[in-house]
């Protein structure tokens, strides 16, 4: 069953995503826009929707463990994969300033975590950093574009994961209706399954979904950034990365607690935050160093992530 949930799950945040992405552009919202906001939403749906019925289900240790997992799989998995694949040369890639602003969150993550369990009032503080995130992420990108020719070409459609110009609005429709109703599906099967396995296997909630179910969502991360090294676009594949953990941290705990409290466990306290911030600093040679992921890197980062799944699991 956790299987067919996780199915369903991705398949409903791919259509979604595209569904998302040609309506907007339909609607004449500019395609460098669409990439910072619905397509980093859409692909991070899967996680916010687990997190969500989580805590609607009762077992919001999942929802804490999906994200501080995911965005620790970011990092060594979705990294580590595609590098040890094919290498990926991020010497030419600028992600300093998202960089910062990533381990910015997580540091706010992990403080606010001590201050726990997650309310009300740590959503609104996670949500207001999400925002001036985005806010910021705007303006440079439309400063950039001003003055670099080559983000006009970025910014064609044809560059929007999931955009096709000659999309017929009943597809963009059909597309809408079928994320829509196979998101919140999809996570009611996962979120099931998970609670039966971790009762079979006597682990904690928090593990399932440090382990099982963060692996599962990070895998639309781990298709785009496969697909971005096979086609050389490592600024691609890293800013993806990094987008993606900004948002798990800031959107998706800051939305679902507001739904309701999310307990800190002491071991994710005392282990697994820790684990997610020293993963986040690993980048910090490959972005100010200008380091190449090749398949050495690659090889060292799956293997600890391999080492991490084991600990937490046993």
């Not at 619905?38 to 996680?47: D, H, K, M, N, R």
């Not at 009611?188 to 971790?198: M, Y």
């Amino acid at each position: 069953m956790a299987g067919l949930g996780l199915v369903i799950l991705l398949l409903a945040g791919d259509t979604l995503v595209r569904g998302a992405v040609n309506l907007s552009l339909r609607l004449g919202i500019p395609a460098l826009i669409v990439s910072l906001t619905i397509v980093a939403f859409g692909t991070s749906a899967p996680e916010l929707l687990i997190s969500v019925e989580a805590i609607i289900r009762g077992v919001p240790g999942l929802a804490l463990g999906n994200v501080v997992g995911s965005n620790t799989a970011n990092i060594l998995m979705v990294l580590g994969i595609p590098a040890l694949l094919v290498g990926l040369d991020t010497s030419e890639c600028d992600s300093r300033r998202n960089f910062v602003i990533m381990i910015s969150a997580t540091l706010a993550f992990i403080g606010l975590a001590f201050f726990g369990p997650f309310t009300w009032w740590h959503g609104l503080i996670l949500l207001a950093g999400l925002i001036a995130m985005l806010g910021e992420a705007g303006w440079a990108a439309r400063n950039h574009k001003r003055e670099a020719a080559a983000i006009e070409v970025a910014d064609s459609p044809e560059d929007v994961e999931g955009a096709d110009p000659d999309m017929p609005w009943w597809q963009i429709i059909l597309f809408l209706v079928l994320g829509l109703i196979g998101l919140p599906l999809g996570a009611n099967i996962l979120v099931d399954a998970s609670v039966v396995i971790a009762a079979a296997y006597g682990v904690s909630e928090s593990a399932i979904g440090l382990t099982l179910v963060a692996v599962g969502t990070s895998l639309p991360e781990l298709a785009t950034t496969v697909m971005a090294a096979l086609r050389r676009h490592a600024a691609v594949a890293l800013g993806n990365v990094i987008g993606s953990n900004i948002f798990n941290l800031l959107g998706i705990i800051g939305v679902a607690s507001l739904i309701g409290p999310i307990p800190v466990e002491a071991e994710v306290l005392r282990f697994d935050l820790w684990i997610m911030l020293a993963t986040s600093l690993l980048l910090v040679p490959f972005v100010y160093r200008k380091w190449i992921f090749g398949r050495a890197v690659g090889l060292v980062f799956s293997a600890l992530y391999i080492i991490y799944v084991v600990v937490v699991l046993s």
